[in-house]
Structure formats: C-alpha cells, structure tokens
C-alpha cells in the first residue's frame, strides 16, 4: 500500500476511534444504571460531570470527571502505542520527507474524543462540556500541563467556588502554556519530552506545536460550551459549585 495513503487511513481510524472512545457518555450510563435517573433532566441539564455530582453526589461527580478525563487518555495512547510499536505504524510516511505525521494522529484522536464528549453519537449528538476530557487530553501531554492545570483550577475553585470561571481561566492557561513550549522548541530546539511521563527518556507522545494546536481548538470548544455560563458570569447569576 502506498505509505501516503496508509498514514491518512491510520489518522482517520484514529480519530474516528478517538470519537467514539469519546462519546461515551459515563454521567449518563452510570445515572440510568445506579441511580434510574438522567442527569440531563436536572440543573443545568448537561451530562457532564459537575452536573452529575449536583444530582447525584460528589462522589459520583468525581467518578464521572475520572472517567472522561481516562476515556481521552486512552484513545491518545491507544494511537499512540498501535502507530509507535505495531507492524501496523511501520508505513507511517514522514510528509514530504520532513515531517512524521504520527503527532497529527494521536492528538487528533484526543480532540475528537473532546468532540464526541460534547457531541456524543450515543446522546443524539449531545454531551458535556469539555473539560474532563481536556484533562486527560492534558494528562497524555506529560506532568506540566496537570500540574498548570492544578495550580489554576484550585485556588480559583476555593476563593470563588464556582466551577465554570475556574474551567475556562484553567483550560485558557494551559493552552498559553503550551504555546510558550512550543514557541520556544521552534526557536531553540529543546529535548520536549522532559514534560513527559517518559522524563526525557523517549517513549511518549511528542509534546510540541501539534499538541498547541489541539489545546487551542480544545479551550475554544470549552469556551463556546460554556457561553451559557459566561452570560450568567457578566450577569452576576452563575451557579455556585
């Protein structure tokens, strides 16, 4: 098979794994299941985690936001490891003989497990809002990201305690910090992979302009997810946590 054409069908397959990984819909499969009841009839009527621990506890909030933010991971890695360490990845075309598109395809299968997060195939094309599964798009990044992430979210959450400020300063953020990143390696190449779990040891996803991409497509789906709440933000009428 031509190497062009196999890297395009392995990037297709990955994302549209990554989509469907993503539209899972844990907030509602655990509240028909446990609870014999959809998040979605209640509060702000999203499937998403911050709604399902309104309705049903923080405990199972928490769940939720776990496992949104693990179905991203999984579809990043799971591309990443089918194209890096399978006979299956071993035709991966570097485009143009400069450029090794295996980044496109890993990450793109993050962004499109965010896509079907928030426009599940299994939800008549609805969802959350993005946020868990950023994280764990951010998670398949390395530690630097998270721990951005951490030291936003958190103390914004506690002094304000209202959860959508403190999603979009985070997620605004760490895209910015990403860019620096990846701003910085173009101009003075840096070993990236020091941010990774491999800690400079090769063996993880490429943490450079391709993930600075997707964070920024990423933060502005959370951006338009949560206009709702932006207007209540300027109207002084938003939800407390």
Known sequence: MNPYLASALMIAASWIIGYLLGSIPNGVVIGKVFFHKDPRDYFSHNSGGTNVGRV??????????????????????????????????????????????????????????????????????????AVASYVGVSLSSGWLLPVTMALTFFPIAIKKSIVSISSLIMSAVSMLVAWVIAIINMIVPFNTQIFTWSFGFGGAPSFGLEFAIVATIITAIIFIRHIPNIKRLLEGSENKA
Request: with cysteine; charged share 15%.
């Open 56 to 129: 049903f506890g923080r405990k199972i909030g928490i769940l939720v936001i776990f496992l949104d933010a693990l179905k991203a991971l999984v579809a990043i890695y799971l591309s990443f490891f089918i194209i890096c360490y399978t006979k299956l990845g071993d035709n991966f075309s570097w485009f143009d003989g400069a450029y090794y598109a295996a980044p496109i395809a890993y990450w793109g299968a993050g962004l499109f497990a965010v896509i079907g997060h928030c426009r599940s195939i299994f939800l008549k094309f609805q969802g959350g809002k």
